[in-house]
């Protein structure tokens, strides 16, 4: 027993030597080239300019909220998108018509993701999914509850 493990001490040791010196040196060339992209090309996220108001309000419970019947333009480095919330602070299609009350209904809650902050609202998740499902007649109305900002640390206290 003893004898194979002085036979794969060896390998084993330069292998290993050679995945870290691997890792090390990747990570370098990574770094390095995320360095030089910021140089050459640098981007400012903090160049947002709204139109139309602020999108959020304050709220003593959730820390912010969307604010409701709001209609703002955000423009930044790589996107230009309005976002239109409903009278329940809800992110809406500004060209779609009020759903009859027939149809299923489905709710989307989420952060960024789910609000599709960046996208118009075609372009949204839930958008798509009511597309999705309108063209395999099933009538349905999405409504996105998406808050861009929210994560684990909002309180539901029930």
């Given at each position: 027993?003893?004898?194979m493990i002085r036979i794969w001490a060896a390998p084993i040791r330069r292998?290993?030597?050679a995945l870290v010196g691997?890792?090390?040196?990747?990570?370098?060339?990574?770094?390095?080239?995320?360095?030089?992209l910021r140089l050459v090309w640098p981007q400012d996220v903090r160049r947002l300019e709204g139109v139309g108001?602020?999108?959020?309000v304050a709220d003593p419970e959730l820390g912010r909220i969307l604010q409701p019947r709001q209609k703002t333009v955000?423009?930044?480095?790589e996107f230009s998108v309005e976002y239109v919330t409903d009278n329940r602070g809800f992110r809406m299609n500004p060209e779609a018509a009020?759903?009859?009350?027939?149809v299923r209904r489905i709710l989307l809650i989420?952060?960024?993701?789910?609000?599709?902050v960046g996208n118009d609202y075609p372009d949204t998740w839930g958008?798509?999914?009511?597309?999705?499902?309108?063209e395999r007649e099933c009538p349905v109305a999405v409504t996105n509850a998406g808050v861009p900002g929210y994560d684990t640390r909002q309180r539901w206290d029930c």
């Open positions: 027993m003893r004898g292998w290993s030597i691997s890792a090390i040196i990747a990570t370098t060339a990574i770094a390095l080239a995320e360095i030089a108001g602020a999108l959020g955000v423009k930044g480095p009020i759903a009859p009350s027939d989420g952060d960024s993701f789910t609000f599709g958008a798509r999914l009511e597309t999705i499902l309108r």
